[in-house]
């Protein structure tokens, strides 16, 4: 019998039909036979991912640029009565149950897809097309986890726009960028209405942008980088500590040695690391660290002026933030008076050339993209120089945030190329904080320069106040008035 004509087409043709489909058509099709379901796993059909959208039939595929930035009031209200109708049915569910989509209520059984959806990306595409993905759009996402963000942002290192508004996400979702330049391309990070996030992602992403102050002070360090294939990137797995522990027998006498798998708390990452492990015969601990148990060390110079404030909230996220730099030596706050010798770079324009509003160097310049051909993969990524070309970054309701985190992130070169900042509803941050941090911006616009209007902080004439005076769901000093 005839060959059927689409198997007589050259690749490159087939490739160029491919990129007319939408993302489940496209699954379709790498359902069809090998081939197909390598052309299907190429890196340039993958670029922007939308799954909230893709779960509900909204086949989008282009840049988040292009679209309509904000969700309409009656989009967002229907992501939060299927969050809410998720979590109760969720909640009620036993363990069987919640794995079968739920008939009665499409509300559920659209966040069900959605999971499906997250987990099928996380397994079988994002090992694939990872380093060729741009932009991952999880706004209001019901069914998004900590560990599912974990994951995606180790398999897509080259990301240049991350929205996570109004998940759930903590701090651990960001485990990966703690290695220096693990987000160099980042561009814009959208954590509006994340609740749960602390200073610690902000030192995090700090430390993930790069370093522009040790890379000026290493010109060489360009030649010195290696070439050729970049080691795959695998998902974070917890680190272990093998143990001998002695058991005493009925007896009294000493038994021999066993060994036991101990799990470091410090690498536990959230509670489904922990049901993993404790599954797999694990002696799993809590994370975190007891505060009655942990030495604070002194901060330089004395108590520092970043620990005094009207609100007790403040002492305690001052405190859990100074227990986990302590170990790793940076247990600095970065505020020039109580940081002598530390304080945060204040010469941007030493430290990179002057941006330039609107112009086309201020886009990253991502690796170069290859087409994942089949049998050639896309793992390569090149090392990048450090840029820190963050342009957006909105934290708008996250009320944990403090001025530690804010001087987290004016260290290290500060953000040249910040043009857009959101801290509404940060309840805790001071003058002093967003001074240091402003101080270091150098593109900053007023005009998307947002603070609490009752502080009377750095361009105070000109910087526009508290967006989530009206807002209802987000933290806000004033909410009620
Ligand atoms: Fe103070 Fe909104 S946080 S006015």
Redesign the pocket.
């Known amino acids: 019998s005839p060959a059927p004509p689409f198997s007589l087409l050259p690749p490159e043709v087939l490739l160029k039909v491919f990129r007319y489909l939408s993302p489940e058509d496209l699954c379709r099709c790498g359902q069809v036979c090998t081939s197909w379901s390598d052309l299907a796993k190429t890196g340039s059909l993958w670029k922007h991912l939308y799954p909230v959208r893709w779960a509900r039939g909204d086949y989008y595929r282009g840049p988040p640029d292009d679209l309509d930035q904000e969700p309409d009031d009656e989009w967002v209200k229907s992501r939060e009565d299927e969050g809410r109708a998720y979590q109760e049915w969720d909640e009620d569910a036993d363990i069987d149950e919640s794995e079968e989509e739920s008939k009665d209520s499409p509300a559920i059984s659209a966040v069900q897809r959605e999971k499906r959806l997250l987990n099928g990306m996380i397994q079988n595409l994002l090992p694939t097309v990872g380093p060729s993905v741009r932009s991952i759009v999880l706004a209001y996402s019901s069914a998004v986890s900590s560990k599912m963000v974990r994951q995606i942002l180790s398999l897509c290192p080259n990301l240049t726009h991350l929205d996570l508004t109004q998940t759930d996400v903590t701090d651990s979702a960001f485990d990966s960028w703690a290695s220096l330049g693990a987000c160099r391309t980042l561009e814009h990070l959208d954590l509006s209405g994340c609740e749960k996030i602390s200073d610690l992602t902000l030192k995090r992403l700090s430390q993930g942008l790069g370093d522009l102050v040790a890379a000026k002070s290493r010109p060489d360090q360009r030649t010195k980088l290696p070439r050729g294939p970049a080691p795959p990137i695998a998902p974070r797995s917890p680190r272990v500590r093998q143990a001998l522990v002695f058991r005493r027998r009925p007896g009294g006498r000493a038994g021999a040695p066993s060994r036991v798998w101990v799990l470091d708390p410090a690498e536990l990452a959230d509670i489904e690391d922990a049901a993993e492990w404790r599954h797999r015969g694990g002696a799993a601990e809590g994370r975190g660290f007891p505060e009655t148990d942990v030495q604070l060390p002194a901060p330089p110079g004395g108590m520092c002026c970043c620990r005094r404030s009207r609100r007790r909230g403040l002492r305690t996220n001052a405190a859990s933030y100074w227990q986990q730099l302590a170990p790793a030596g940076e247990a600095r706050c970065g505020h020039s008076p109580c940081c002598a010798g530390e304080a945060p770079q204040r010469t941007v324009g030493a430290l990179c050339e002057p941006p330039v509003k609107g112009g086309a160097e201020f886009r990253t310049k991502g690796p170069e993209e290859r087409e994942c051909w089949p049998g050639t993969g896309a793992r390569r990524t090149e090392r990048q120089e450090p840029r820190r070309v963050l342009r957006l970054l909105s934290l708008s309701g996250c009320y944990q945030v403090t001025d530690l985190g804010l001087r987290a992130l004016a260290q290290r070169g500060g953000l040249p190329r910040l043009e857009h900042l959101n801290l509404?509803?940060?309840?805790f941050i001071t003058e002093a904080g967003l001074q240091d941090l402003v101080s270091v911006c150098p593109a900053l616009n007023d005009e998307h320069f947002y603070y609490?209007?009752?502080?009377n902080g750095p361009h105070a004439d000109t910087a526009s106040?508290?967006q989530?005076?009206q807002c209802g769901f987000r933290?806000?000093?004033?909410?009620g008035e």
């Open positions: 509404s509803g940060c309840l609490c209007d009752n502080i106040g508290c989530n005076l933290a806000c000093c004033r909410s």
